[in-house]
């Protein structure tokens, strides 16, 4: 194992702690910070306003150790997306997608999944392990990096979505601390806005997150109702709809304008039907809500179809009748499969018995 900490485990308040622990000054802190992040430098003899015997101090005990870009691969529509190696053969997936007014990066949470959504590739390879705080900021970092040394136009990070490989809230606070790094204006300063955390329905841990951040929370639904939903995303036979609802309603209370994202997959002949858009709109009627329909992106062995594209008008149409804003997510990247759900990596299996994993990662919480 490693024995220096990796300085990228730490948000601002870790840090401070460190440096109390070895008698320096919390703004050491915001220096480290502002270099690591802001100027991207990880070489400890580089940061030229740490006095020379802090900086001894600093390489004996520790460093900053990031993911290794194993391959970088280019879309035809300027999507990039990266594999990173971590360690024992494990690697995992980043995906930077550009857009005329932004650039969103696609960041993993976990090394595989242990939810077991029906339509979702990273289901397919089981789950390893959490990432840490510093294999999560990392992805930025080395996101960053690489852009920077390739630049083109338009490629800068501007949002964050938390929305790669994993269940972001069954790692619960390695991902609080990376999203504090992402919003701190001494590391990435991203606004709350600009941060979005996606969950397939972790109920306990929504009501959790909103005591210790106020980023932008989008949750995969897929369904209107529980018989349908419990086969897509399994999770739900323990925290159903109803509960799910209300903790996104709690969420956003007493906070005006803000609003939940719902992201939908279009499924063929699964979910796609008028009837199903009439159910959830039905059911989204009382809550501030952003629909996000997302076709279907086949990998190998999935057992669906997308819905075509007259089906997923149709189904926003009625959506927009009833009042609920509506977007068809855009597919990106699909020729080098970056698109949501193709991510992959590699994960080497721990489990097999997920279900008994995901109880040891709720305990946690
Ligand atoms: N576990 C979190 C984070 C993953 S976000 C969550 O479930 O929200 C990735 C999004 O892509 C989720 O909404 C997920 O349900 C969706 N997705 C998964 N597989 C997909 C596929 N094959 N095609 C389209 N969307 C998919």
């Known amino acids: 194992m490693h024995d220096k900490v990796n300085l990228l485990d730490f948000d601002r308040a870790g840090l401070e702690g460190f440096f109390a622990e070895i008698g320096e000054k919390p703004f050491r802190a915001i220096q480290i910070l502002k270099w690591i992040y802001q100027f991207g430098v990880k070489d400890f003899d580089a940061m030229t306003n740490i006095s020379k015997s802090l900086r001894e101090q600093l390489k004996e005990r520790a460093e900053v150790r990031l993911p290794e870009i194993v391959t970088e691969q280019h879309s035809a529509d300027g999507t990039s997306k990266w594999l990173l190696r971590l360690d024992n053969g494990n690697s995992i997936e980043m995906v930077f997608i550009p857009e005329d007014e932004r650039g969103t990066l696609c960041v993993s949470s976990q090394i595989g999944c242990a939810l077991e959504c029906s339509f979702c590739s990273t289901a397919q390879q089981g789950f390893n392990r959490n990432l840490s705080t510093g294999e999560i900021i990392g992805q930025l970092w080395v996101a960053n990096r690489a852009m920077e040394i390739r630049p083109r136009e338009g490629r800068k990070i501007s949002n964050v979505v938390m929305m790669g490989m994993g269940e972001p809230l069954l790692n619960f606070e390695n991902v609080v601390r990376a999203m504090n790094l992402m919003m701190d204006d001494n590391a990435y300063g991203l606004s709350k806005r600009r941060v979005t955390l996606s969950t397939a329905g972790v109920v306990p841990a929504i009501m959790r997150l909103k005591q210790v951040s106020d980023v932008s929370l ?33 969420y956003i209370r007493d906070e005006s304008r803000r609003r939940i994202t719902f992201e939908y997959v279009m499924l063929d002949g ?5 009837q199903h858009a009439r159910q959830l709109a039905k059911l989204l009627k009382d809550i501030p809500a952003k629909m996000n329909l997302i076709p279907f992106n086949p990998f190998p062995q999935s057992q669906y179809l997308c819905s075509n594209r007259e089906t997923i008008d149709r189904f926003r149409d009625v959506l927009m009748k009833a009042g609920i804003v509506t977007v068809t997510r855009k597919t990106r990247g699909e020729d080098i499969d970056a698109a949501c759900g193709q991510l992959a990596g590699k994960v080497n299996d721990k489990t097999k018995r997920t279900q008994r994993k995901i109880v040891m990662l709720e305990r946690r919480l």
Do not use: F, M, Q
């Not at 699964?270 to 008028?274: E, G, K, L």
């Open 218 to 250: 989008a949750v995969s639904l897929h369904a209107p109702n529980d018989e349908l939903r419990n086969e897509l995303v399994p999770l739900n036979r323990k925290y159903p709809i109803k509960a799910l609802l209300e903790a996104c309603r709690e």
């Open 270 to 274: 699964i979910n796609d039907s008028p």
